[in-house]
C-alpha cells in the first residue's frame, strides 16, 4: 500500500482495534490517550448531537408560528447561535483529538518534525479555549434566557404556541438543552487532560522517544543478550 507523509498504509489494521494493544504499556501515556482522548471526543459530540436536536426544533417551531401568523416572530436566536457554534466545537475537538487518537493507534513510533509538534499542541489549546467560551456561553443561557414570541399580543402568542407545545420557551426547562450543557462541561474537562497528555507526551518524546521505560528497558536486555551471542560466537574457534 502506499506511504503518505511518511506513514505506511499496511499499518492500518483491524487487529489493532484490540484491547491487548491498543491498551499495552509499550508505548509512553498509551493508556492515557486511548481513554480520555476517547472521552473528550465522546462527550463533546454527544453534547453537540443532543443540542443540534433541541436546535432543530426550536427551528421548527419558529418556522410553525411564523407560518401560523405572518405578524408573530419567535426569537430564540440566542438558543440557536450557541447551539450552532456548540456543533462546531465539537467537530473541531473531535478532528484534533480524533486525528491524534488514529496516529497514535497505528503510527505510534511514527517521526514528526518540531513544526508539527508545535501544530498539535496550538490547535489543542485552540479547542481548550473554544470549548470553554462554549461551555460557558451556553451554561448562561440555558439557566437564565428563554425564548419569546413578538409581533401579537400575549394572548394571540399563548394560543399559537399552544398548537406547537414543544420545546418550552425556557431553555432551562428543554431537556435536551440542560442534557447538552452537562455533557459539554466534562467534555471541557477531559479536552484540557487530553492537551496535558499531549503535551506530556511530546515532551518525552523529545527525550526518549514514543516507548515507556520498561519497554525501552527490555530493548536494552534483548540487544545486550544479541550483542553477548555474537561475541560469543566470534570467540568460539572454529572446528
Known amino acids: 500500500m502506499a506511504v503518505i507523509w511518511g506513514l505506511d498504509l499496511r499499518e492500518m489494521q483491524w487487529s489493532k482495534f484490540k484491547s491487548s494493544y491498543m491498551f499495552n504499556t509499550t508505548y ?14 465522546i462527550l463533546c459530540v454527544c453534547s453537540e448531537s443532543v443540542g443540534t436536536a433541541a436546535l432543530a426544533e426550536y427551528v ?13 416572530v419567535e426569537f430564540n436566536d440566542d ?32 517521526r ?6 508545535l501544530a498539535w499542541k496550538i ?8 470549548a470553554l467560551g462554549d461551555a460557558l456561553a451556553l451554561t448562561i443561557i440555558v439557566a437564565t434566557r428563554s425564548a419569546y414570541v413578538t409581533g401579537v399580543d400575549a394572548p394571540t402568542a399563548a394560543a399559537l404556541l399552544q398548537k406547537y407545545e414543544k420545546p418550552t420557551l ?10 447538552s450543557m452537562v ?19 511530546h515532551e518525552h518524546d523529545a527525550i526518549f522517544g514514543p516507548k515507556s521505560m520498561h519497554a525501552r528497558n527490555a530493548d536494552d536486555i534483548q540487544r545486550a543478550e544479541r550483542a553477548a551471542q555474537r561475541a560469543i560466537r566470534a570467540e568460539k574457534p572454529p572446528i
Open 112 to 117: 514528526e518534525s518540531k513544526s508539527v509538534h
Open 79 to 110: 438558543f440557536v447561535g450557541i447551539a450552532s457554534y456548540n456543533i462546531f466545537v465539537g467537530v473541531a475537538i473531535a478532528t484534533i483529538f480524533g486525528a491524534a487518537f488514529f496516529f497514535d493507534l497505528f503510527w505510534p513510533e511514527r
Open 28 to 41: 509512553h501515556l498509551r493508556r492515557a490517550k486511548m481513554i480520555v482522548y476517547q472521552i473528550a471526543m
Open 123 to 130: 490547535c489543542a489549546v485552540i479547542v481548550c479555549i473554544m
Open 60 to 72: 421548527d417551531q419558529q418556522e410553525f408560528i411564523g407560518n401560523l401568523d405572518n405578524l408573530a
Open 183 to 201: 455533557l459539554l462541561w466534562p467534555g471541557w474537562v477531559a479536552t484540557v487532560a487530553s492537551t496535558i497528555i499531549l503535551f506530556k507526551s
Open 170 to 179: 425556557t431553555y432551562r426547562h428543554n431537556a435536551k438543552a440542560v442534557a
